[in-house]
């Protein structure tokens, strides 16, 4: 029923790994874009990484190349390898999903999932 479903979220030590996941349901095709973001109480919600169509990514550079987004066209559905975790990455982390089609943005977004890093 929902668009995108986040999984995988919890509370990790500092250095450690986690890999988030999120289901996207059939109304997500494969020409929109998928993308990462986060927010903790009190700031913007901020971008961690995305992943255009045609499988380019970004990151932004004050995450050191420690996220790494990918898809999965046959299982319809997004993942974010987060390594070396620092206490500044914890945060509520939501899936999202647009496109611009005819002059017009299509946009989705998860509920979120938290992601904790404590030591």
């Known amino acids: 029923q929902e668009p995108l479903v986040e999984s995988g979220g919890g509370s990790v030590q500092p250095g450690g790994s986690l890999k988030l996941s999120c289901a996207a349901s059939?109304?997500?095709?494969?020409?929109?874009?998928m993308a990462w973001y986060r927010q903790t109480p009190g700031q913007r919600r901020e971008m961690v990484a995305a992943?255009?169509?045609?499988?380019?990514?970004r990151s932004p550079d004050f995450l050191r190349g420690r996220f790494r987004i990918s898809r999965d066209s046959a299982k319809n559905s997004v993942y974010l390898q987060m390594d070396d975790l620092d206490v500044g990455d914890t945060a509520i982390y939501f899936c999202?999903?647009?496109?611009?089609?005819?002059?017009?943005?299509?946009?989705?977004w998860g509920q979120g999932i938290q992601v904790t890093v404590s030591s």
């Open positions: 999202n999903a647009f496109k611009w089609e005819q002059g017009t943005l299509t946009n989705y």
């Open positions: 992943i255009t169509p045609n499988y380019n990514t």
């Open positions: 059939e109304i997500i095709s494969p020409d929109f874009h």
